[in-house]
């Protein structure tokens, strides 16, 4: 490839393909050695790449690396700190958060936490089989979730039973064939030593857009067990973690 080299003052530009500057060496379409101490041929080692700026044929930026991989590469050594964004929103402890465009802001957190309740769960009798309570909950975008269910149920006789048990699922009318939270177990509780069953538990799982509900099942031991009415007795909180 034919080069044209012009000498100037603290700069030396070779005009062809590429442009080198402080180097008669580039390594792409634009590179800069910082302290001009890349080889006349060949490739710069790792450490002569630490002052180089570079722009590829691909579009790639590479800064600290003549062979940047990505739109944007920084190398940076061992050395931490490669990257420094001041623009007013910045402070300790802060994250760097992107909107719907892409534009990223520091924030002191992930941003608005994403907290789903449930509707509320009717009167139920429960047995050895699932039973849907009736409450409720849609998942605005598919993700990880601290699933918190708050449920009492009132039982005879006093003590009677082993275990209260949930799962999340996504029917209302079937637990067979269908999405659920907790796949390979659902979530056990032991059972009351009085005339109450709890479930007041905090658990993670997957889960995808759509709407879910809560069903529950109880071991044997129980003439009647049923689930109560309310909001603090009969639903479920989800909440997106980030």
């Not at 999340?168 to 005339?195: E, N, R």
Request: glycine letters at 12%.
């Amino acid at each position: 490839m034919k080069k044209i080299y012009l000498l100037l003052p603290f700069i030396s530009l070779s005009l062809s393909a590429q442009i080198g500057v402080n180097t008669s060496n580039p390594q792409g379409i634009f590179n800069v050695d910082g302290q001009k101490n890349n080889p006349a041929t060949g490739i710069p080692t790792a450490a002569q790449q630490q002052d180089d700026f570079v722009v590829t044929q691909q579009g790639r930026v590479g800064i600290g690396t003549t062979v940047p991989t990505a739109k944007l590469e920084i190398n940076n050594g061992t050395t931490a700190g490669a990257i420094k964004i001041v623009d007013g929103t910045q402070a300790e402890g802060k994250f760097l958060v992107s909107d719907a465009n892409g534009v990223g802001t520091w924030r002191q957190t992930s941003g608005n936490t994403t907290v789903v309740t449930s509707t509320v769960g009717s009167v139920s009798t429960l047995g050895t089989n699932y039973t849907n309570l009736g409450s409720s909950a849609v998942v605005p975008q598919d993700g990880y979730y601290i699933i918190s269910p708050r449920l009492i149920t009132d039982k005879t006789p006093v003590g009677c039973g082993n275990f209260i048990a949930y799962n999340l699922f996504k029917s209302a009318t079937t637990t067979t064939g269908v999405p659920q939270a907790f796949s390979t177990q659902d979530v056990h509780m032991a059972a009351g030593p009085g005339q109450y069953d709890f479930i007041y538990t905090s658990n993670v799982a997957y889960l995808t857009t759509g709407t879910y509900y809560m069903w529950v099942r109880v071991g044997n031991g129980c003439t009647t067990n049923t689930a109560r009415t309310n909001i603090g007795q009969n639903s479920f909180t989800l909440t997106l973690l980030k």
